[in-house]
């Protein structure tokens, strides 16, 4: 059996493959970049003895996940956990965004991440048994000023992983929304972010942290996964405040602070 993880070159990808080879799993790494997934499979191999296959798909490809699961199919790797992790954000207006980049932003943080899942679960529920984590995010909880499509995406996840948890109660196989807050990455580097206030004024956990809370919370069977005490108290907060003052909020931590130009 094996655990297929998306997005496993970097960040939280990278660490939930170590994780879960440090606990006698066997992977498929999944990304774009072969030379990195390479190493990595290689790292793995030596130190835990766990199989590590690798796949190298673009998931912003509209045809990844089909290809994806053919070749799984084919090589008989029986998949028993999926973790979408693969994801990516953009970090400005709307209006001043790349509709090429907001597109494949959709196709990745949605459209794969649902394809992907529709293809593997009817495995694991004629197995009754399965486990599927899904990376959504705290952003899943509000609107998203200056992230507007990010945020949305993320939303999506949150809901659909919640909807799906309820639907396979009973038949073996859950389904985690994992929703970290900032984390130590190359998210915002990617997305353009680093300079935030969000990023400036708060401590944020490293990827390895998130990976070792996501593990353990899959292993649970819990439905939505919020790492982080602060995390927690602020999503718990959203339900109370007014909507537009959670939006002002988020649209004044989302603005670039120019205080430090150096």
């Excluded at 994780?19 to 006698?24: A, I, L, P």
């Excluded at 509000?142 to 949150?158: D, I």
């Excluded at 130590?184 to 004024?201: E, I, R, V």
Aim: charge should be positive; glycine fraction near 6%; charged fraction near 20%.
């Amino acid at each position: 059996m094996y655990s297929l993880i998306t997005g496993a070159s970097s960040g939280i990808g990278l660490e939930l493959a170590k994780v879960f080879s440090e606990n006698k799993k066997d992977v498929v790494l999944l990304a774009r970049s072969k030379l990195e997934l390479e190493k990595l499979a290689q790292e793995l191999r030596l130190k835990y003895q766990n199989n590590v296959q690798v796949l190298c798909f673009d998931l912003a490809d509209r045809d990844a996940a089909k290809e994806i699961y053919k070749i799984v199919q084919n090589k008989k790797w029986e998949i028993d956990t999926l973790v979408n992790n693969a994801g990516f954000g953009e970090h400005s207006a709307f209006c001043n965004s790349d509709w090429k980049r907001l597109a494949d932003m959709i196709q990745v943080n949605i459209t794969s991440l649902t394809e992907l899942t529709h293809l593997f679960l009817p495995e694991m529920l004629k197995n009754k048994s399965g486990k599927i984590l899904n990376v959504a995010s705290t952003a899943a909880f509000q609107p998203g000023p200056f992230f507007a499509v990010y945020y949305a995406t993320k939303a999506f996840v949150l809901s659909f992983s919640s909807a799906l948890n309820e639907e396979l109660l009973g038949s073996g196989v859950s389904v985690t929304a994992l929703c970290p807050g900032p984390t130590q990455s190359g998210f915002q580097k990617a997305s353009h972010m680093k300079d935030t206030t969000l990023f400036k004024l708060k401590k944020v956990p490293t990827s390895r942290q998130v990976a070792e809370f996501a593990y353990l919370a899959l292993e649970k069977k819990q439905a939505i996964a919020i790492h982080g005490l602060t995390n927690r108290i602020g999503v718990f907060l959203n339900r109370l405040l007014p909507r537009q003052w959670i939006l002002k909020i988020v649209r004044r931590l989302q603005g670039i602070d120019n205080t430090n130009t150096n």
